[in-house]
């Protein structure tokens, strides 16, 4: 069974402040990451995606990827309140049929005060 | 822009109906996908599809539910004969072309809001 954990939250930071995001994953053998936000009923939209240990900066956002410590994480810098969002965290498993299935975690909710 | 189009947005049925839920993924995309999430529950993969076939298939995804590409454009989920936990959003997804897009990264539609009564 694959788990993805999350801090559920609520995560409460001011606007323009940093938030920090964590998940931590079980199947080893996963290879790609994805960082998925979802706004209060909607679908979720892929922000993020790192392959390889270190950082990845994409304008506000940074995901960090250690596979030994099966650990990633999504740095959001200058929060805006439009940030506010479910994050979800996602590696993937390749089924080797052509096919990759994510699995998802719970998400962190980020709210980011005025 | 191109996007995963999904109807019908919302669909009320009774217990012991069949359900049949439309999407259209983008065109130029292999690989495609059904999910779905309970109220206030996390997104939950139920099959993938690529080269005509399902690829792989969550154990949520038994007997009642089955998948369909019936032309070039539609992938269709049926839910042959619904119960009271199927009541979820079901989301469409599709990914990976042929060019930059990796075949990880899912393009979601707006999903089918499914209530069972």
């Known amino acids: 069974q694959k788990e993805v954990e999350q801090n559920s939250g609520p995560l409460s930071v001011p606007e323009g402040a940093i938030a920090s995001l964590n998940c931590t994953y079980s199947?080893?053998?996963?290879?790609?990451f994805f960082w998925y936000r979802q706004y209060s009923g909607k679908s979720p939209e892929l922000i993020m995606s790192?392959?390889?240990?270190g950082d990845k900066e994409d304008g506000r956002f940074t995901a960090q990827l250690n596979k030994a410590s099966q650990y990633v994480s999504l740095l959001i810098r200058d929060s805006q309140p439009s940030d506010s969002a479910t994050y979800l965290c996602?590696?993937?498993?390749?089924?080797?049929?052509?096919?990759?299935?994510?699995?998802f975690g719970k998400g962190t909710k980020l709210s980011v005060i005025p | 822009e191109p996007e995963v189009t999904q109807t019908p947005s919302h669909q009320v049925t009774q217990m012991g109906q069949e359900v049949i839920l439309r999407c259209v993924p983008i065109?130029?995309?292999?690989?495609f996908y059904w999910y779905r999430q309970i109220l206030g529950q996390k997104v939950e993969f139920l099959v993938s599809?690529?080269?005509?076939?399902?690829?792989?298939k969550s154990e949520i995804f038994d007997d009642q539910f089955s998948v369909e590409r019936p032309d070039g454009s539609n992938f269709t989920l049926k839910i042959r004969s619904t119960k009271l936990e199927d009541s979820a959003m079901y989301f469409c997804?599709?990914?990976?072309?042929?060019?930059?897009?990796?075949?990880?990264?899912?393009?979601f539609g707006e999903g089918s809001r499914l209530t069972v009564l």
């Open positions: 997804a599709s990914s990976g072309n042929s060019g930059r897009v990796f075949a990880g990264e899912l393009f």
């Open positions: 199947d080893r053998v996963s290879q790609s």
């Open positions: 790192i392959y390889s240990n």
């Open positions: 996602a590696p993937d498993a390749y089924s080797g049929a052509g096919s990759y299935q994510l699995t």
């Open positions: 065109s130029n995309h292999l690989y």
């Open positions: 599809f690529y080269n005509n076939e399902i690829s792989e």
